[in-house]
């Protein structure tokens, strides 16, 4: 089953305003990750959190988690144009078992309008 | 310079071929991925390797063969192609195993199965 799970699937917001995107999940993990993907091309790393951290700052990002929740947040803050993309939590398992990746949810499409 | 790079970009073949897609980073890195992204953006874990050990998310068909060269190379075989292998397939790699670090990620290569 599905491990990460976005939400919303879809967020449209002005620029500068903040976005906030939020994943949960559902088994024990080491650590989360936040990606973003521009339309037709590959995955691009944002920031790490582990297990064992409550939040993270990178720039203009800060990601939450919350371990006894299984969520995880991002927030975008003054967002740009070319924040426009889709945003990927991924986990890794505490558990070992199947190939060693990271399990991605669906991803939140996110929409800077000018 | 490319980190991760995968060819072809684009791949269109038609059902019941054999085809390969290639990989390769630059990175020094110990640990190669495979992934599949669908037609809805999910994606999926396919394969991971590491020195010389592969890993196989049981839900993979035996009709995809990863082939490692060597420790910069993983390149993905697929036989008997069928329509439902349209997708994006994208390559990765990270420093170590077990998802503790950040992966990075090919731009991808769009398959479409006619």
């Known amino acids: 089953s599905q491990q990460g799970e976005e939400d919303p699937q879809a967020l449209s917001i002005q620029e500068g305003e903040n976005a906030t995107m939020n994943c949960s999940y559902k088994?024990?993990?080491?650590?989360l990750q936040w990606y973003r993907q521009n339309s037709g091309r590959g995955l691009v790393h944002l920031i790490l959190?582990?297990?064992?951290?409550r939040e993270k700052h990178s720039g203009r990002l800060r990601v939450t988690l919350d371990t006894s929740k299984k969520s995880s947040s991002l927030l975008i803050t003054a967002s740009r144009a070319a924040d426009t993309a889709s945003y990927f939590c991924?986990?890794?398992?505490?558990?070992?078992?199947?190939?060693?990746?990271?399990?991605f949810g669906k991803g939140t499409h996110l929409i800077i309008q000018p | 310079d490319t980190a991760v790079s995968q060819t072809p970009k684009y791949l269109v073949t038609q059902m019941g071929n054999d085809k390969s897609i290639k990989c390769e980073q630059n990175?020094?890195?110990?640990?190669m991925y495979w992934y599949k992204q669908d037609s809805k953006k999910f994606l999926k874990i396919m394969f991971s390797?590491?020195?010389?050990?592969?890993?196989i998310n049981e839900t993979v068909p035996n009709r995809f063969s990863p082939k490692s060269p060597d420790k910069a190379h993983l390149n993905l075989h697929i036989n008997s192609l069928e329509l439902g292998d349209s997708a994006v397939y994208f390559c990765?790699?990270?420093?170590?195993?077990?998802?503790?670090?950040?992966?990075?990620f090919g731009p991808g290569t769009r398959l479409l199965v006619l």
């Open positions: 990765a790699s990270s420093l170590a195993l077990a998802g503790q670090e950040t992966q990075y």
């Open positions: 088994t024990s993990i080491n650590n």
């Open positions: 959190i582990r297990s064992n951290e």
């Open positions: 991924a986990t890794h398992p505490a558990l070992g078992g199947g190939a060693d990746g990271l399990t």
């Open positions: 990175l020094g890195h110990d640990t």
């Open positions: 390797y590491n020195n010389k050990e592969l890993i």
